[in-house]
């Protein structure tokens, strides 16, 4: 399977268990400290905001780059840890309630635009128009991958959230 294959997979199945949340579910949240799935989704949507920009951008081949050793941390630090992340700035969700249609209709007319975008570009060369705060700059295709591995992550959050609801 394809990378925008798996992106376009990864976009499906969060939509899909957004869509089975019961409406009464979807701002709720279990305490203070913990997002509702509403604004999982609308950081998720915040996050990959500027990647068409970024894909579009200035970007330059890197011949002795080792994406598969990148990618591999990304997995096992997103992945296979239960570090707890904190978001900042731009990417955290506010606090007023937005409609579940509104928000899974811009998630899926970003992702959209970022598959489009994926074909367009060489996904081989580093995006040079922003740095990545923990992997620094990243090729469009290490970004696709983050993106897909930071929505497994939070898909797996809004299943304890529902579970603590």
């Known amino acids: 399977m394809d990378l925008k294959e798996q992106l376009n997979n990864n ?3 969060l939509l899909s268990k957004i869509g089975q949340i019961a ?5 709720a949240k279990p305490d203070d400290e ?16 500027g990647i068409p920009k970024l894909f579009m951008g200035e970007a330059e081949p890197d011949p002795d780059r080792d994406s598969e050793a990148i990618i591999e941390k990304m997995r096992k630090q997103f992945l296979e840890s239960d570090k707890k992340y904190k978001a900042s700035g731009v990417i955290l969700p506010g606090e007023e309630k937005k409609s579940k249609e509104e928000l899974t209709s811009n998630f899926r007319s970003l992702r959209e635009k970022i598959a ?6 060489d996904s081989k060369e580093v995006c040079k128009a922003y740095e990545h705060p923990v992997y620094g700059y990243l090729t469009r295709e290490e970004w696709l991958n983050f993106n897909i ?7 797996a959050q809004i299943d304890r959230i529902l579970q603590r609801l």
């Not at 591995?149 to 939070?154: A, N, S």
Request: glycine share 0%; no cysteine.
């Open 11 to 13: 976009t499906e199945a």
């Open 23 to 27: 409406d009464e579910q979807f701002h």
């Open 34 to 49: 913990t997002w509702s799935p509403a604004q999982v989704l609308e950081h998720l949507y915040r996050s990959e905001f």
């Open 116 to 121: 489009v975008l994926a074909d367009q570009f």
């Open 149 to 155: 591995i930071h929505t497994q992550r939070h898909m």
